[in-house]
């Protein structure tokens, strides 16, 4: 019935969600398949049913409570940070751990560093630990409830000296930083593309520029469509790059998966 599921939060608190097919999807049989994960898992205390794609501007699923408490803020704790979230008010992906990891290790002392699409603060929370010696990391989003998450991300987490939390679009948001930023990362994999424009305004020459896709084997590649985005912005721009690196973060479907693509604004 259900293709596994995710947890999100902590030992003390967590929540499940699953997905169901369409044609498995039976009340009794739900509230039976919850509450076997919440027997079997006892920091389990509530059921999330997927109900729709994330949709709109703030990337948001709909959800049903299947089973156990509806109160579904939790704590979740990853590689040292901690993370108070609400998955029914904004997005946060506990599967990103690892990419997470991976991107902050790459930034280097003094770096001014824009993430866009930034949610609750993740990627700017992960920089910011890994990397003390951060200039300033920028965190801009547009969901007031994310922001208000990310706010108090920051405080736990004791960053309030080095990630700056802006609400607000991207488009207007970012205008104070142009030409600043030695790393931007756009990790929304669904139109990220559409603000490459923005990302070339706020690289410094030499920034890193880190955006995520989805990325089909139909296409012959799966990062070609990002690549040929990339190559029309920066012709609009009338800025040169060079891609340094791909990476396949997960699967989304048959043949279809987020992608990184990589490169350095010349």
Not at 68 to 85: A, C, F, P, Q
Not at 223 to 236: C, G, L, P
């Amino acid at each position: 019935m259900a293709h596994g599921f995710d947890v999100i939060g902590s030992k003390d608190k967590a929540i499940a969600i699953i997905e169901v097919r369409d044609e498995d999807a039976h009340a009794g049989a739900e509230k039976e398949l919850a509450n076997a994960i919440m027997a079997r898992n006892r920091h389990i205390v509530s059921v999330l049913k997927k109900e729709s794609a994330r949709e709109g501007e703030f990337r948001v699923r709909e959800y049903s409570l299947v089973a156990g408490d509806g109160d579904t803020e939790v704590l979740h704790i990853e590689n040292g940070y901690r993370l108070l979230v609400d998955p029914q008010k904004a997005y946060f992906s506990n599967r990103e751990s690892t990419e997470r990891t991976r991107v902050a290790s790459q930034v280097k002392p003094g770096e001014l560093v824009m993430v866009m699409f930034a949610g609750i603060g993740p990627y700017a929370i992960a920089i910011a630990k890994a990397q003390p010696g951060v200039q300033k990391v920028i965190a801009v989003e547009s969901n007031p409830e994310a922001v208000r998450y990310m706010e108090h991300n920051v405080r736990i987490n004791k960053l309030s000296h080095k990630v700056q939390p802006v609400q607000g679009d991207v488009r207007d948001a970012c205008t104070p930083w142009y030409g600043m930023c030695d790393r931007i990362v756009m990790p929304l994999p669904l139109g990220a593309g559409e603000f490459l424009d923005v990302a070339f305004e706020c690289a410094k020459r030499g920034a890193i520029v880190q955006l995520y896709s989805w990325g089909n084997e139909a296409d012959g590649s799966i990062y070609a469509a990002a690549e040929k985005t990339i190559e029309s912005f920066a012709k609009k721009a009338g800025r040169t790059y060079e891609i340094i690196g791909r990476r396949k973060v997960l699967p989304y479907a048959p043949g279809r998966y987020k992608v990184c693509v990589e490169f350095k604004v010349l």
